[in-house]
């Protein structure tokens, strides 16, 4: 099936966006998934449900507190304006942060868990060995934890790629902007032109399950947490 | 994976979208309005020159951006009260608002035959569900519920409506056979003045509000002058007046 231009541009838009925005939410989701798993707490778990909001909110109305939020009204949209950077509404960047935002929950969930279930003690005899904290979080726990991470990544990615509400929100639907694969089958909904929503969508739902069957792959049933790669055997 | 990932990342973080040229202007425009805003834009690009960018989505979504410092410099509404709003409230050019098209309603069913040509399936009953958009939300939708009210048959439908949150929700429910039969826009199952499919009952006029789609200047537009350019294009040539009067909607008149 040859693309048309615009929808080349909306599907490099979308892969572009999946990746950035799985990585910044890897980054961030890896550091608080840590510090959640590693202790109770009031404000810990206060955090934890802030944290698994998105999942719970309409995408409409995320987005349109995203828009307040980041606009030039808004406390963050005068922080950066006062900075002198142009304002994230309407851009990719936007976009980025949205999905960011929206994608986390499904970072933080596997991450947690792996990182729950690992308990302490791995970490203990790497830290009777010598190990400071980060060379032991990066030997040990990442190889231990990579199923965790597989999962997460992908579902990030997915979920990015699916996201809607919050990006038609943010974004504006500006063409070859922030005109991703979802808000492109939408306009294609709205000229009446089934045929090459169809066809879209089965572009993004080929992506998805392409995704879901590489977490299964990687991530086979009952190895959640996998053993430890053997390298130096 | 990894070793990819990197080199990956950096392509498609070069690969960044054309930006926009000088000359490019943004224009928000009403998701019912999406494919004849198309079809004037190609010819207004062919004429002039310069490149109307144009976004799809719902009127109130677009109101909220433009409150919160979306970049349009020109925005076609599927109603009249928005652009009034952004107007008052200094978001739109005083002085720059008019109605490019009005909306036509028809009773229709996706089934040939099952609405007739007067609209008595209306009082003959025997569906289960009949479609309307959200009054609140979709003018087409206060103009069905106007219509029912109208033909004093609204209290013995109201329990086999059904609330579709726009109009296209509302079109999909009736064209996938779900609702027998809904009120929609004309538009949508109208091609070069001709129902398109199914069957229908155009309500007359005198039975509902006008059902006005009005365009106005925003801010960000004030100084470009390819954006006044295209709303008079909108207002004024025959090219987009017959575009227009071909996707089903009617003119106001002059």
């Not at chain 2, 062919?46 to 909220?64: I, Q």
């Not at chain 2, 739109?92 to 099952?114: D, E, K």
């Amino acid at each position: 099936m040859p693309l048309s231009p615009a929808d080349a541009g909306a599907l490099l838009l979308s892969l572009k966006l999946g990746l950035v925005a799985t990585s910044l939410t890897l980054l961030l989701g890896t550091p608080l998934s840590w510090w959640l798993a590693r202790g109770e707490g009031a404000f810990r778990q206060a955090v934890g449900a802030v944290a698994t909001m998105p999942i719970v909110l309409p995408p409409t109305v995320l987005g349109f507190y995203l828009l307040v939020l980041l606009g030039p009204r808004g406390p963050a949209g005068q922080i950066f304006a006062h900075l002198g950077f142009r304002l994230l509404p309407f851009t990719f960047w936007g976009l980025v942060v949205a999905s960011v935002i929206s994608s986390l929950p499904f970072v933080v969930q596997p991450l947690r868990n792996a990182f729950e279930a690992l308990g302490p003690r791995p970490l203990e005899a790497a830290a009777t060995l010598g190990a400071t904290p980060l060379h032991a979080f990066l030997t040990v726990v990442l190889p231990r934890a990579r199923p965790a991470f597989l999962t997460a990544a992908v579902m990030a990615f997915a979920h990015a790629l699916g996201e809607f509400g919050v990006v038609l929100m943010i974004g504006g639907n500006i063409p070859d902007v922030t005109r991703v694969l979802s808000l492109q089958i939408y306009v294609y909904v709205e000229m009446g032109r089934y045929g090459s929503a169809h066809a879209l969508s089965a572009l993004l739902v080929a992506i998805a399950v392409v995704s879901m069957i590489l977490v299964q792959l990687w991530n086979p049933r009952g190895r959640r947490l996998g053993p430890a790669p053997r390298r130096h055997l | 994976m990894r070793k990819l990932f990197l080199p990956l990342l950096a392509l498609l973080l070069v690969t960044s979208p054309a930006a926009l040229r000088a000359e490019d202007f943004q224009v928000a425009v009403a998701a019912n309005f999406t494919s004849p805003a198309t079809e004037i834009a190609a010819a207004f690009e062919r004429e002039t020159g310069d490149r109307p960018v144009l976004s799809f989505g719902s009127t109130g979504n677009f109101k909220t951006q433009i409150e919160n410092g979306a970049p349009f410099a020109a925005f076609l509404s599927a109603d009249a009260k928005t652009p009034g709003e952004l107007e008052e409230s200094g978001l739109a050019v005083p002085g720059t608002r008019f109605t490019y098209a009005r909306g036509a309603l028809v009773l229709w069913s996706a089934t040939p035959g099952y609405v007739d040509g007067k609209g008595e399936v209306l009082r003959k009953g025997g569906f289960r569900f009949l479609a309307v958009a959200n009054p609140d939300l979709a003018p087409y939708g206060f103009a069905g519920r106007e219509v029912l009210e109208r033909l004093g048959l609204l209290p013995g439908l109201e329990s086999k409506i059904v609330t579709g949150n726009n109009i296209t929700d509302t079109f999909q429910a009736v064209k996938t056979g779900n609702a027998e039969l809904g009120f929609i826009a004309w538009s949508q199952v109208c091609k070069d003045g001709k129902l398109t499919e199914g069957s229908a009952y155009m309500v007359p006029a005198d039975l509902y509000g006008p059902i006005l789609q009005d365009a106005v200047l925003l801010k960000p537009g004030e100084g470009s002058g390819p954006a006044r350019a295209f709303l008079e294009y909108v207002r004024d040539s025959p090219a987009a007046r017959e575009i227009i009067l071909s996707y089903g909607y009617e003119l106001p008149a002059r």
